[in-house]
């Protein structure tokens, strides 16, 4: 998920044009192999991705990479002197009315659960 949708100013030419691959493949699904064929353009990645996990069970896991549509060489990425690169894991925690602890944890489902 783009940090937005629409062209803009700031972005390059480059960085515009992408926005047509990122919209074709919006609200879908994608592979690890696809991901990373789309965050590697022109030896850049974008300046920051923050991912969370939206749901898991034993044979899935689904995760939602925010990240910006800035792309930028390795010395110009966030993140990289914690040695993560672009990537930052953001953790939604349920409020106390929705937490269910099982086992010391709570459901990672939590926003699934009815």
């Known amino acids: 998920m783009p940090s937005q949708w ?3 100013d700031h972005l390059t030419k480059e960085e515009n044009g992408y926005l047509k691959i990122w919209n074709s493949f919006r ?6 192999d696809q991901v990373v064929d789309l965050f590697y353009q ?3 990645t974008p300046k920051w991705v923050d991912s969370s996990i939206v749901y898991s069970t034993r044979d899935l896991t689904l995760v939602q990479l925010f990240f910006s549509r800035q ?5 110009k990425i966030y993140y990289m002197e ?5 990537f930052k894991a953001v953790v939604e925690i349920p409020p ?3 937490k269910v602890i099982k086992d010391g944890k709570f459901d990672l489902n939590w ?4």
Do not use: M
Request: charged letters at 35%; zero cysteines.
């Open 82 to 86: 914690s040695g993560t690169g672009p």
């Open 6 to 8: 629409t062209t803009g």
């Open 96 to 98: 106390d009315h929705l």
């Open 27 to 32: 609200d879908k699904q994608l592979l690890f």
């Open 111 to 114: 926003k699934r659960i009815k």
């Open 42 to 44: 022109e030896s850049k």
């Open 71 to 75: 792309f930028s060489t390795e010395d």
